[in-house]
């Protein structure tokens, strides 16, 4: 099983954008892809045999998130730390999802939005539970005002609702959803260097979240109460710059309206 999980994950390295096996290009994302393909390996072992489904599966993942913001959020140690522990490895879940998909030959067209909903719950409990975390340390409501601030300005997004719209009306006119998605998605796609810096920056990939989170160890077992407020500082300038940007250029430059036509 272990053997299949491997060969599976090499054969899907475009999906992953990088080489599970290039050490040299990328050392971090090769170790942590060994920590996700050793624990999957372990969950498909106890999952293959059971009624769980890959969407079932997906849906845990999404609720580790929370789960894991809420540990953080409760300001007692032992539930910080396993918090992040939780962080750290839930995308093992996201892993194990699809190789069940294979083994069981249960693939779903739900799965993939699934996976991204959870990851999204992830991103969203992470930012509110650092927002909590810097509260319970200050006692300061101004955090929490921050975090109030990211979390609507993420929610009320333009690229997020028109995407929504679009795939909403498209799926009413019955038409070939997944081409036209695809035809839109490659036609608005950010070319510009900035664009492409803050969107990664401070994202919900494993590097981010992983850093964040030893960065939150640090502070809960030295003392220090500076790193989480930056964090969350930075959360706050990314989605500002981010929410202003897709507002510009899916309404003002008319991107959106362009390639609709």
């Known amino acids: ?31 942590k892809a ?19 489904t890959p969407n079932h599966i997906s849906i845990i993942y999404g609720i580790c998130g929370v789960i894991a913001g809420l540990c953080l959020a409760s300001n007692i140690n032992y539930l910080m730390v396993s918090g992040l522990i939780i962080f750290f490895l839930k995308g093992s879940l996201d892993w194990t999802d699809g190789f069940i998909a294979k083994i069981k030959n249960q ?13 999204h719950i992830g991103g969203l409990s ?29 929610i009320i997004d333009f690229k997020f609702f028109a995407f929504h719209q679009l795939f909403y009306e498209l799926f009413n006119k019955d038409n070939n959803i997944e081409i ?14 900035f664009a492409k810096i803050i969107k990664n920056f401070m994202d919900d990939r ?9 960065l939150i160890f640090i502070e809960i077992f030295f003392s220090i109460n500076n790193f989480s407020k930056i964090i969350l500082g930075l959360y706050l300038i ?21 390639k609709i036509k």
């Open 1 to 31: 099983l272990r053997s299949q999980n491997y060969e599976y994950r090499s054969v899907r390295n475009n999906t992953l954008e990088f080489d599970i096996h290039d050490w040299k290009t990328s050392p971090y994302s090769c170790f």
């Open 126 to 154: 992470l930012i509110t539970s650092i927002g909590f975390y810097c509260y319970n340390n200050t006692q300061n409501d101004i955090y929490l005002f921050l975090t109030i601030i990211i979390l609507f300005l993420r």
């Open 34 to 52: 060994r920590i996700y393909i050793e624990l999957s390996t372990l969950f498909a072992f106890f999952f293959k045999n059971t009624s769980l």
């Open 238 to 258: 990314k989605t500002i710059i981010f929410f202003l940007g897709t507002f510009y250029v899916y309404y003002y430059k008319d991107a959106l309206q362009k």
């Open 180 to 193: 036209e998605r695809k035809n839109i998605e490659k036609g608005i796609k950010q070319t510009n260097i």
């Open 107 to 119: 693939k779903s067209s739900v799965g993939h939005i699934l996976d991204t909903w959870g990851s």
């Open 206 to 214: 494993a590097r981010t979240v992983d850093l964040v989170c030893l």
